[in-house]
């Protein structure tokens, strides 16, 4: 049997490395490519991009999965093994159900979808990507269908993001939140003690930027022989094991955003360095689900990154770097602002607590349209409103509004709870670190970020995909995945912050 | 038939964007990848390798070129789209000629034979490397042999990098020039006026030769929007089309080194930007030769790029950029060392009149070596020697000597003598130049060498592989191939540079 599990391990494992090809040229589109070479990196993309689909729908990876499930020595496979063949077979079936034909429309009606949406969003007018996301919708019902035409098509794209989720489940963890962050984003925004906002539009040049950047990623310990720091349009994180790119974006008039983009991607990129611990190129040393992968970037993000306790070692040196500009700010003004909370329009620039309402507003939208509740042409008119009652903000026009994302435009749907359950199990986690490591607060403080970064390594990182994403939390926890930690984490840091109490 | 061309050109053109995809990765390993990187990239090196040789050798070609070329329609294409058909052909037929377990062994002997060239070379000992060495002379003995039984393995070799040609022909051109060259060496070395070598090894600080290298490009005419310039250990050429990234190298106390390699590797770059006029990634529609391709490097750097033209009317430019490190140098004087020739140990630090003898020798060592007259172990005697008997030059140590060149470590025999027909292909389509445009000095005194660039192009670039390389040099000249163009540019230029009249 041992030879049938090395070919099909071969399989995934070729199936992988035109995966990492396909990253890297995308790598390349966004960071190194000349101008005028677009047409034939997309030539290269889609190229590699069906060899790579052929390969993970190869008739043999069926013959392999039947002929090892079946064998007599089956029940001879250690625990990873098994998991990896659990998890080529899950990926093989679903994969295996999408017609090719669809996938090739779906992916040209993205295309046609994301231009349009462009558009429309330079114009601040809905009107001219409607007809396009309705598309993109019916597409969206379709591929659910053909995945699991028995369930509730939503559930379907749940599940296929984030495997065991569902509507039921996401719900189950927002409301009780609601019910906490409500209240607490009122609290905060009638406090007496309101952060100094100024302070975060003072000018930083970029080429001090950069510097800090760089700087940030050695504190964390990011390892730049494995990795490199680009700058982008939109900061992403590509790559694997021992070559883990990551970007960023400078605004000279906002240097918070790329010092948080920075960690956050970092958080992605320590994931990817680290995850191949049972087996390269196996699917047990890969990343587990969006929501952890989006879970290790808030964890590296906010939890650490606008943490008082780093701030504490770092401001001075923070200082140093940018010279004197903000030579007369105090540590507890600006870790105050760093964390400052406002209703506002834009998910990505989102605050940490009124982040999971952009997220829990998405994710009813696209419930209720998916299910037929509603209809796309009345989408800005639901999404302002949303807004209002959800975060109490005004949206302007729905090039801030409905238009502000790219996702729906890709054919993306079901993927923006990856956000809140990032920050779900990033709590989570968190209360059990801080269990394990009372000192936590004192090692950062010292600027010994390594022993809190390393038992995240060790007890996220390291496991790759041995578990579903809830099966894991609860592996590394102890509990049942609960929104209350995060409830918890939110209200004892801004109580503290606003000083609520 | 229609339907079977483009079934043909289809997997042509697969096959050409994975050796697009590699030649990228290939440039990131030596460009951008971060230290660590170097086993995934290998990995995927070799994935898309052998991605693209199964799809060289597909049966399904052979298959295709039968049903076409036995046709009815067959005489309805046209001749470019026969030339399709010929050129996919030929590389087809002497693809499948190799065995699949020969590639593989081939090119693993290969990896080891590198690594033990680096130990010898570093070492300056040659036995370090004698084993490898030999045993890579007998892969290409048998490389030769599967590709045809009967004919001499040098001229199987040689006609397979360059469609055509053999010992004697390559003996036909370069016999004739060696007459010529010896006799022009010893008298420039022996003139009176010897040009003020001190001047090259002046220091121009890094920065302000890559501004500098950045222009030269610049007055070239060298689209960046298309393409890239960076720093690498080995300066090469990657890409085609729209994206031809090239390198260069710095060395503070020699800033001429990096200014002739950017414009010898934008001689090669240029030639991919333009070469696909017949049809992007259609046989017809990519470079013609080695020959063709170096001869169009060497056109750009020795013809164009150290003509007293050129500096007549970029001088001025070159001290402004340069500051005061310059001033005192007169354009005489300058253009006088940029050409300066003297015998020594390096090829690729040969000034043009030297530079063929290092060619001679390794074309010499190679037939010999194949034919068996003579033995590896031999060899550092046997070239230490000729550059005795060629050049007037004492070799002190293997690591100047045998050594020097990574082609053999490489597997590579047969490919040398592409530089020399480089050099011979370029001063005979100058020739043709400077009759179709008796006034291209004076055009390019004017910074005007968009005329003569544009003519090498139209010429020579957008002919693409209509014609095998002596054709095409035929086609272009309207005369047989002939070293005696070579023969008489280099004795007009160093004649008036060491006054030797």
Same mark, same amino acid.
């Given at each position: ?13 070729? $199936? +992988?490395?035109?995966?990492?090809v396909?990253?890297? #040229? ?11 070479g677009?047409?034939?990196? $997309?030539e ?20 392999? #999965? ?14 990873l ?19 090719a ?18 558009k429309?969003?330079?114009?601040a007018?809905?009107s001219?990507?409607? *007809? ?16 699991? @035409?028995?369930?509730? %098509?939503?559930?379907?794209l ?8 569902n509507?039921?489940k ?5 409301? @009780? ?10 609290? +905060? ?9 100024s302070?975060?539009?003072?000018k ?7 510097k ?22 939109? %900061? ?7 070559d ?13 955003? $790329?010092?948080?983009?920075? &960690? ?23 990343? +587990? ?6 879970? *290790?970037a ?7 990154g606008?943490? *008082? ?16 500009i ?16 406002? @209703?506002? /329009?834009?998910?990505v ?6 982040y999971?309402?952009h ?20 989408? @800005? ?33 079901? *993927?923006f ?9 990033g ?5 059990? #670190?801080?269990? /394990? &490591? ?64």
């Open positions: 049997m041992r030879k049938f599990y090395d070919e099909l391990l071969g399989l995934f494992k070729e $199936a +992988c490395i035109l995966d990492e396909n990253m890297f #040229l995308y790598w390349d589109r966004d960071v190194t490519m000349p101008k005028k677009g047409k034939q990196k $997309a290269q993309i889609a190229l590699i991009s069906k060899l790579e689909h052929e390969r993970r729908i190869n008739p043999r990876i069926g013959e392999l #999965l039947e002929i090892i499930r079946t064998h007599k020595d089956y029940e001879n496979l250690s625990d093994e098994k998991r990896n063949i659990f998890l080529i077979q899950r990926q093989y079936e679903k994969l295996v159900k999408i017609p034909d669809f996938v090739g429309e779906f992916s040209k009606q993205g295309v046609i979808a994301s231009e349009s949406w462009e429309a969003k330079d114009q007018d809905f001219i990507f409607q *007809s396009d996301l309705e598309k993109m919708v019916e597409f969206n019902k379709k591929y659910a269908h053909y995945l699991n @035409p028995e369930m509730d %098509p939503y559930d379907v749940l599940d296929f993001n984030e495997p065991g989720m509507q039921e996401f719900e189950s963890l927002v409301n @009780p939140l609601k019910e906490v962050i409500v209240p607490l984003i009122r609290k +905060c925004s009638e406090s007496d003690h309101q952060p100094n906002k302070i975060l539009t003072r930083v040049p970029i080429e001090i930027q950069k800090l950047n760089f700087d940030v990623l050695n504190v964390i310990g990011y390892d730049l022989d494995r990795g490199r720091l680009d700058e982008t349009v939109h %900061p992403f994180t590509t790559g694997n094991y021992d883990v790119r990551i970007t960023t974006k400078y605004f000279e008039d906002n240097f918070l955003s $790329a010092v948080m983009s920075t &960690m956050h991607e970092a958080g992605h990129g320590e994931y990817e360095h680290y995850v191949g611990k049972n087996g390269r190129y196996q699917p047990v040393g890969m990343w +587990c689900s969006d929501g952890v992968h989006e879970g *290790s808030r964890f590296y993000e906010n939890i650490i606008r943490s *008082s306790s780093l701030w504490k070692y770092y401001f001075p040196k923070f200082k140093e770097l940018t010279g004197d903000f030579a007369d700010v105090s540590l507890e003004d600006f870790v105050a602002v760093i964390n400052k909370t406002e @209703p506002s /329009a834009i998910r620039d989102a605050d940490e607590l009124t999971d309402f997220i829990i507003l998405r994710f009813e939208l696209e419930r209720d349209l998916l299910n037929g509740k509603i209809e796309v042409k009345d989408l @800005p008119a639901i999404w302002n409103e949303k807004m209002k009652t959800l975060l109490g903000y005004e949206v302007k026009n729905d090039a801030e509004g409905v238009l502000q994302d790219i996702h729906w435009s890709d054919g993306l749907m079901g *993927s709870t990856a956000y809140t359950l990032g920050n779900i199990f709590a989570q986690i968190f209360d059990t #670190l801080t269990n /394990a &490591m009372p000192d936590w607060e004192q090692q950062i403080e010292k600027g010994n970020l390594q022993e809190v970064l390393n038992w995240y390594r060790v007890n996220v990182f390291e496991k790759g995909n041995i578990l579903d994403s809830y099966d894991l939390v609860k592996n590394i926890t102890g509990q049942e995945v609960s929104s209350k930690y995060l409830a918890d984490y939110l209200t004892t840091k801004y109580t503290k912050l606003y000083k609520l109490d």
